[in-house]
């Protein structure tokens, strides 16, 4: 199984960025979906979490500016990201959990200029 993440970049505040993570090895449909983003020293987040058979629920720190899906013809995990601040900066990983196995890509870099 593998996770490759896709659309990082630098971005100015107030601008928008979309992420995409290609999955290999597990149907999307399948899974259970997680983003989560990580600073340098500091623990990981998970800003976006996307079950099966569930609406996509958000942290409160990214709710209303972030949306993520996912696209079976494409096999991908979406994450949309409007509205970015400075504080958002990090390195975005995508996750898809199954039968209790855990996946994580290496991640794309986010950077949001003031």
């Known amino acids: 199984v593998q996770l490759a993440e896709s659309g990082g970049g630098v971005v100015q505040a107030g601008g928008s960025l979309g992420l995409s993570c290609a999955v290999s090895g597990l149907s999307v449909s399948s899974v259970d979906v997680f983003w989560g983003r990580q600073e340098p020293g500091k623990e990981r987040e998970v800003v976006a979490t996307?079950?099966?058979?569930?609406?996509?629920t958000y942290a409160d720190s990214v709710k209303g500016r972030f949306t993520t899906s996912r696209d079976s013809a494409k096999n991908t995990i979406n994450l949309q990201m409007n509205s970015l601040k400075p504080e958002d900066t990090a390195i975005y990983s995508c996750n898809a959990c199954k039968l209790g196995a855990s996946y994580w890509g290496q991640g794309t870099q986010v950077t949001v200029s003031s």
């Open positions: 996307l079950r099966r058979g569930s609406s996509a």
